[in-house]
């Protein structure tokens, strides 16, 4: 992380051929409010989609539909086919072992969902303990509260710093003889912290406790090794990273998934069924039960595709040099109050800013600018941004607001964006 560079060009394409990359998503020539052109800045919210995504899926509709795993006819085989080059796919994405480790659900929260309930049912007992942090997605808190209600276990959570970084110094000192997992996000969809995440799993491989990462807000933005970070699950979602939605993937090392029960029963998920006794199919398909979104899978190969050429390590590049950016000219703006750390930070800003005409400055952020009018008004300036408490409600606590405005950046944003979003902060803050 931290890369610097010279506003790397990346929306124009070099030795692609013609056009550039914004001309790969026909929705951000839009203009919105029949006046101004669209600047989408909500994409850790959802990504865009381009072209080569959105054809792919509907000549699949048109061309190629049949029902998965099932049929011996000719459609439902090359159906079935494509859907497995999606997993092997996925699987060379994340750089996982086997495609066995690889199994499709819903999205991120699907996949979190499924290890507190499988690897809970599994390996949690009253009493027992799953270590979380206060920058968490709702996804990865109510789930362990779920089990809670059911089994009893105990959240511990590690708190953050006043910069927005992780205490890993009591994340050490939460380990006990009850802690059977550890939870945590990758990146932060609030405050944009990229969390040091070999450390946090080595740190629990001493304590032979297994590591969930939720991988929402880090798969879209920059490389990752499942088995360099040595995580035992990692989660995340299509439609972040230019893909469909109803589309996410949970990577499980196979010691793990074997061990844990399925999530869903129905079809697809079993050997063979009788009244008095059901086998469960091998790994992956145990946790797949019923028909799955194949043509969503596809839509996820080309997407993954679309990235891989363009190179993951060209996309974080870029991503930083323009969140860099973004700092520094937001900074410029007067009563600025931008959350998260500096250095180690990923495609996303979350701010508020002060209200002018009001001469102190107040820590309890009682005189800023409301978030949702700030993302209101900006709105009908024609920016796409994101207003509230990020379904992060406990950091918000922490941080003693309610909540925030949000830009987040995608690879076909641009610095000239940045400066309309500057621009019209600045107009929204003289109208206060
Ligand atoms: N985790 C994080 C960090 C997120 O940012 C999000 C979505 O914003 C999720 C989990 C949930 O993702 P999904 O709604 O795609 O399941």
Redesign the pocket.
Known sequence: MGIESENIPLPFRQGQGEGTIREDFPILGKNIYKKYPLVYLDN??TTQKPRCVVDAMTDEYYNENANVHRGVHFLSQQATDLYEASREKVREFLNARSTREIVFTR????S?NLVASCYGEAFMHEGDEVIVSEME?H??IVSWQLLQARKGIRLRVIPITDEGELRLDVYEKLFSEKTRIVSI?H???VLGTVNPMKEIVRIAHEHNVPVLV?G??SAPHFAVDVQDLDCDFFAF?G??IYGPTGI?VLYGKEAWLDRIPPYMGGGEMIQNVSFEKTTFNELPYKFEAGTPDYVAATGLTKALDYVLSIGMDTIEAYEQDLTQYAIRRLSEIEGMHIFGPRETHDAVVSFLVHQPGIPEKDTAFKHYIHHLDMGTLLDRLGIAVRTGHH?AEPLMHRLGIEGTVRVSFALYNTREEVDTLVAAIDRVRKMF
């Open positions: 850790a919210a999205g991120t929260t699907e979190i997605h996804s990865n996000t990146v932060s969809n939720d929402a807000q979602s439609h972040k996410g379904c």
